[in-house]
């Protein structure tokens, strides 16, 4: 009864060469937020989505691109991955700017060569 | 902006020990709280929240967490631990009114001995 689906849960890219990482969700809910967890340290939001609308965090790097073809995926693009990039990537969603709490996936875990 | 601190970076318990984590936040306005569970090889789920109302809150499997306005806390305790508990712990803040910001403290692991 997943509700939040990351996929793949490892991927393994080489220096330089754009990767794509997929989030699905069944809870039709209209917020989907991407973060960034490097190890030891806390996840770090990247961008959102509102529906259509893109929400970027003024200190995401112009190397990670995101699409929303649909309301119940949402892509991340990493154009020239960088060993910096290698990290948790984690996948959550949300009813609105409710103060519902955010749903998360189990991530996808990036490493670059 | 808003920042969250967790102090303890790795706590070991024997079961049946009495767990707090520590969890102070900086920011001006009024904020939700949460705490989050991340149990071994699974994704984050909530283990509870605070919006208003009575300071203590009580969650799943026997945690609650405690918000001080004053000293801009919100602790996370249980009484008994167990061997199940094994996991990493992260309190996270967002500005009232608003998910669109959640930040994150960088999070406790918790190691349960049996």
């Known amino acids: 009864d997943a509700m939040v689906i990351q996929n793949p849960r490892y991927q393994v890219t080489q220096f330089g060469k754009p990767v794509t990482l997929s989030c699905s969700q069944t809870?039709?809910?209209?917020?989907m937020y991407w973060y960034q967890q490097k190890s030891s340290q806390a996840p770090k939001l990247l961008f959102h989505?509102?529906?259509?609308?893109?929400?970027n965090e003024a200190d995401t790097p112009d190397n990670f691109q995101s699409r929303r073809p649909n309301t119940s995926f949402c892509f991340l693009d990493i154009r020239s991955p960088g060993l910096g990039d290698a990290a948790m990537y984690l996948c959550?969603?949300?009813?609105?700017?409710?103060?519902?709490?955010?749903?998360f996936g189990d991530g996808t875990r990036l490493s670059i060569l | 902006a808003q920042s969250v601190s967790q102090h303890n970076h790795h706590v070991i318990l024997s079961e049946a020990a009495s767990l707090e984590l520590g969890c102070n936040y900086s920011?001006?306005?009024?904020?939700?709280l949460f705490w989050y569970v991340q149990y071994p090889g699974q994704h984050l789920q909530l283990l509870l929240k605070?919006?208003?109302?009575?300071?203590l809150v009580k969650g799943i499997k026997g945690f609650e967490a405690e918000f001080i306005k004053s000293k801009f806390s919100f602790n996370l305790r249980k009484p008994s631990v167990q061997w199940s508990d094994t996991a990493e712990y992260f309190c996270?803040?967002?500005?009232?009114?608003?998910?669109?910001?959640?930040?994150f403290g960088s999070g406790t692991q918790l190691t349960v001995l049996p």
């Open positions: 989505y509102y529906d259509k609308d893109f929400n």
């Open positions: 809870l039709n809910h209209n917020v």
């Open positions: 605070y919006f208003s109302g009575d300071p």
């Open positions: 996270a803040v967002s500005s009232s009114g608003s998910a669109r910001q959640l930040t």
């Open positions: 920011y001006g306005g009024t904020v939700n």
């Open positions: 959550a969603t949300t009813q609105s700017y409710s103060n519902q709490p955010q749903h």
